[in-house]
T-cell receptor, first 112, second 115 residues
């Protein structure tokens, strides 16, 4: 099936640093979503993007829907310990069943 | 608080056993999904359902089947469990994707170990 290329796969940072991760695809999507999975839990939706070029913020999180509709990035500013977890990007297929396609995930570890 | 509830957080089963993973949602969602999550591979879709008694194969359906007899319940069945099915299993639900809106709501996951 379709896959998104998400990078980096893991990040080890100091508390207070900014974080950036991105997803790319060979296909066009009409929606990009970013999820966070806390240890031992299911993913939870952070940000949803519906238009090419859209830039959306949610507190310290900022995400953008690429103008080519084939990529998206997520930035986290001034990281704190509770930001630890796995972050997934997801794109919604335009054709067919319009399911979400997920990236491989970025595991974020923060050193206090 | 809306929820997707998976019946077990942890399961240990023996090779060859028939295993049932249950998922219930209280949001009146039409769509339900089963994923497995493995390190470095992200979330891979096993099966999904857009309506009662309806099912469609995802990307990795081999060795699995599903049942959706009621709108709120979607069961994943491992017909004969094998060690390579040791994984985290995640259930999700959503409204139909009209207008491109709406993400999925996930359950907390079932970590299955097959020995």
């Amino acid at each position: 099936g379709q896959q998104l290329n998400q990078s980096p796969q893991s990040m080890f940072i100091q508390e207070g640093e900014d974080v950036s991760m991105n997803c790319t695809s060979s296909s066009i999507f009409n929606t990009w979503l970013w999820y966070k999975q806390d240890p031992g839990e299911g993913p939870v939706l952070l940000i949803a993007l519906y238009k090419a070029g859209e830039l959306t913020s949610n507190g310290r999180l900022t995400a953008q829907f690429g103008i080519t509709r084939k990529d998206s990035f997520l930035n986290i500013s001034a990281s704190i310990p509770s930001d630890v977890g796995i972050y997934f990007c997801a794109g919604r297929e335009i054709q067919g069943a319009q399911k979400l396609v997920f990236g491989q995930g970025t595991r974020l570890t923060i050193n206090p | 608080d809306v929820k997707v509830t998976q019946s077990s957080r942890y399961l240990v089963k023996r090779t060859g056993e028939k295993v049932f993973l249950e998922c219930v949602q209280d949001m009146d969602h039409e769509n339900m999904f089963w994923y497995r999550q493995d390190p470095g591979l992200g979330l891979r879709l096993i099966y999904f359902s857009y309506d009662v008694k309806m099912k469609e194969k995802g990307d990795i359906p081999e060795g699995y089947s599903v049942s959706r007899e009621k709108k709120e319940r979607f069961s994943l069945i491992l017909e004969s469990a094998s060690t390579n099915q040791t994984s985290m299993y995640l259930c999700a639900s959503s409204f139909p994707s009209t207008g491109g809106a709406g993400g999925y709501t996930f359950g907390s996951g079932t970590r299955l170990t097959v020995v």
